[in-house]
């Protein structure tokens, strides 16, 4: 498959993040079977076992679905941990290979070997970056596309601005650039695509969704959540990553008298990075609903086509 391709089997240019323990293999599906790429990270499997399973569940459910309908469904995708504390890159990658993964979303190491595995059933591999040396060894490695991972994203993201990291990037590198960062709507994946992006990468706002895994007060939180209820800290998991501060504090630590540092020193039943202390983006400040997957991609869709029309009138020097 080639970028091009990639393209013209989406309604539009959207990948949905792979997040720990909350994508599983039905938001993906269904994020699939309406037009976008949906993602799941291998680790959401406990055992590479499990990740099988999951390859064969996805497999399955868009086999059904292109049965049925006659539609061809847009690929999906999965997120290897590209790192020497991960034991099951390699086992998880054998899955990878033997299933022919359309896409793969390496994180935290852009390795030639595993681009090259990738390239050699005719996959696609993306390789998520928060700054300029990280792209530049992703583009050693020969990947199909950047993903720019700027400030106000969820989970573990940089903080650059992202037409500047864009920007950055695309002096040096000529394939396709993912552009990630707070987009929750339809005209803000327009908006990037006029700045430069091939796609647009979007987690938070999926996380608000009736098929992701996360459990209802999470995705309540969200909604709740403005720009001010998030903190960027690595002291939860140990890199720079977005938080909501209420799951912080239902952890047991008061931010108002203790530092960021002490995050590390969280113990407990209720004090787990990511299962209970929840990532969101900046993006939270456009949520306002829990919907379908099927209803929120419509949304999107709309918002787009709405954008377009938008530029039209600015060409046309009305309204500006």
């Known amino acids: 498959m080639t970028i091009s391709e990639l393209k013209s089997q989406l309604k539009l240019p959207v990948i949905v993040s792979p997040m720990f323990i909350v994508s599983g293999t039905k938001m993906a ?19 590479t076992e499990d990740f099988e399973n999951m390859l064969n569940e996805i497999k399955s459910e868009l086999d059904q679905y292109e049965k049925e309908t006659g539609k061809k469904p847009a690929p999906y995708a999965v997120n290897l941990i590209v790192n020497k504390t991960n034991p099951r890159l390699m086992p998880d990658l054998e899955k990878v290979i033997k299933h022919k993964v359309p896409i793969v979303i390496t994180s935290l190491g852009a390795v030639k070997e595993i681009v090259d595995a990738v390239h050699s059933y005719g996959g696609l591999i993306f390789h998520d970056v928060i700054k300029k040396r990280h792209a530049e060894k992703a583009a050693e490695a020969g990947v199909d596309g950047i993903i720019c991972v700027s400030a106000g994203a969820g989970g573990h993201a940089g903080t650059a601005h992202p037409f500047a990291l864009m920007n950055e990037v695309k002096k040096f590198y000529k394939g396709a650039i993912v552009m990630a960062g707070s987009i929750s709507t339809g005209n803000e994946v327009l908006a990037a695509q006029v700045a430069g992006a091939d796609f ?5 706002r999926f996380i608000a969704t009736e098929e992701c895994l996360a459990v209802p007060e999470y995705k309540q939180m ?10 960027y800290t690595d002291g939860v998991s140990g890199v720079n990553a977005n938080f909501i501060i209420k799951s912080i504090e239902n952890a047991g630590v008061d931010l108002s008298h203790k530092k960021e540092e002490d995050f590390s020193k969280l113990t407990g039943e209720h004090a787990k990075a990511w299962k209970d202390i ?5 993006g939270v400040t456009e949520i306002s609903e829990v919907l379908p997957v099927k209803k929120l991609i419509e949304k999107l869709e709309n918002e787009y086509k709405q954008g377009i029309e938008k530029v039209k009138t600015i060409e046309s020097g009305i309204n500006f």
């Open 278 to 282: 929840w990532s969101a983006g900046h």
């Open 29 to 47: 599906a269904e994020c699939c079977k309406n037009g976008i790429v949906g993602s799941f990270p291998s680790l959401n499997g406990r055992h």
């Open 222 to 231: 969200i909604i709740d959540s403005g720009i001010s209820d998030i903190v």
């Open 200 to 204: 647009c990468y979007m987690g938070t």
